[in-house]
């Protein structure tokens, strides 16, 4: 006997929205290897907030880890290698770091893309200052995605399907060309969607870049600190790399700098009093 289905409705997908799942679709399966962490982000966490009680600015948190990562990068470059053929690696020497930002679209909430050009070269301050401009800009029209390609992805099936595989093609012939990744995408990425969580919790995205951190949920919880047990804020991250072009040995290490780095405060201003040593922070030049 068939159940009687409830009450329901067919509503308009958000023009915002249409093209999203073709956008998915032009990423290609990576052979990926993925690191679940835990990492200790109590001095930069204390520092965004004291900076707050002190002057009503919330600073960025996904700058600061962007900020990082870019550093990171900066010492081991081959982590964002990408295949060109079958043959051949591309190298690249600045560290381009795409994300996701939230923007209002004609009344709805959608994530835009941004790359944080040369980010190995920028200060914390500056990361933050950028991210904090682009949420404030108008969204450009299509989402700053070209005219033709959000019109064929809006086609009806198969024809999106038909190019995606064309363009899928071009990247992997040429990860540098119009069509690649690092062009538009930047060399390496950082997706926030999982700090909408308040406690451990890892996130899982298909990526086509070599490396990719998830950003998950913080969690307070006891930790050993100079052999005292005292409470923590745990962030769970997720580190993707692409095994075509990065082996465990070299991830590992890259890994344990990039937690060293957070878990340090690094790019914070350590000396007192707090509105002094932010006043010397701002000066910092960017790295050249």
Known sequence: MKEKLGFYQVVELPVARRDTPNFLDLIQVKHSMY??????VTVARQFIAEHKAQTGETLSFTGYLTFCLARAVDENKSVQSYLKGHKQLVLFDDVDVGMTIERQINGTRAPMG???????HKTFLEIHQEIRSVQSQPVPPNKGVPSWLRSILLLPWPLPTLFIALLRGMRRRDPTGPAGIVRTGGTVAVSAVGMF????????LPTPYSLMLIV?????????VDDRIEPRELLSLTVIFDHDVVDGAPAARFVKRLVELIESGYG??????????????????AKE
């Open 114 to 120: 941004h790359v944080i050009r040369r980010a190995n």
């Open 197 to 204: 969580g308040q406690k451990s919790g890892w996130g899982f």
């Open 268 to 285: 914070l201003p350590e000396s007192e009093p707090y509105v002094t040593r932010w006043a010397d922070f701002e000066a910092q030049p």
């Open 35 to 40: 690191g679940l962490l835990e990492v200790d």
């Open 216 to 224: 998950g949920g913080i969690a307070r919880k006891p930790a050993i």
